[in-house]
């Protein structure tokens, strides 16, 4: 593929990237592999992935579904650029610059919303899931993507905490992130109380990333990584939670 010769800011870069550039350095083709149990998952006519960043998930969605329509939305205007020059030849995929707390779109707008690994950075995570409520037609999900409370490096780092007597590590941490850091992280009970608590009903849940039980990228750590995450899925990084609007 050819790509323009333009330059543009990207997050956690000190000079400017082609985009060339910031598709080798973001690995989105990382996104349609690791990520693919929680992008089979997504299924619509129209579809709204809230908090898109550069599209790295809105691709993988859109590849996977070529006959729906799929928006990706972020707060931050220079993504939705990198976004809009990465995919503008992909026919079923477009972005827009919007804020979560007041999403431009109609009432019961769209068969399914993706909130991947975004509530975790935001000051009104309610706020946003009342607009995502607001947006969805009747029935339809809501396919969340956020921090395990669980991860074993929490759990673990946690545990030594309690048992030295200190302060809890805050959960504030990618602080190099123009986004946000993040702020919170939720055990699955507490955040199906959460979105129940705002209209949606339970669907299913399931865990997926990293276990984190290694050190180092080796290709033994990767194995034990495998292997761990394959035993006690609870430990992994990630939760996906599917819902449904009530």
């Not at 650029?81 to 431009?104: C, G, H």
Request: contains cysteine.
């Amino acid at each position: 593929m050819v790509y323009n010769m333009k330059r543009y800011k990207l997050s956690g870069y000190r000079s400017l990237l082609t985009l060339e550039e910031i598709v080798k350095a973001v690995l989105i083709d990382h996104y349609m592999v690791a990520h693919k149990d929680i992008v089979d998952t997504v299924r619509g006519n129209k579809i709204l992935d809230l908090g898109c960043n550069i599209g790295n998930y809105s691709i993988a969605i859109a590849k996977r579904n070529p006959q729906s329509s799929i928006i990706g939305v972020d707060y931050e205007g220079y993504m939705i650029e990198i976004a809009q020059d990465l995919y503008k030849d992909v026919p079923n995929l477009s972005f827009m610059t919007m804020d979560a707390l007041a999403l431009k779109f109609n009432d019961n707008e769209f068969d399914t919303v993706c909130f991947f690994e975004v509530i975790e950075h935001m000051d009104d995570p309610v706020g946003a899931l009342k607009e995502i409520y607001r947006v969805l037609k009747p029935g339809g999900e809501l396919v969340l993507a956020t921090n395990n409370v669980y991860y074993s490096r929490f759990f673990i780092r946690q545990i030594i905490y309690d048992v030295l007597k200190k302060s809890p590590k805050l959960m504030i941490h990618h602080i190099d992130e123009p986004w946000g850091s993040h702020k919170f992280a939720w055990d699955v009970s507490t955040l199906c109380t959460l979105l129940d608590l705002n209209g949606f009903k339970y669907e299913s849940h399931h865990y997926t990333g990293s276990s984190g039980f290694y050190i180092g990228n080796t290709l033994f750590g990767k194995y034990l990584d495998k292997i761990f995450s394959a035993l006690m899925p609870f430990f992994r990084a990630t939760t996906v939670v599917k819902v449904r609007k009530g």
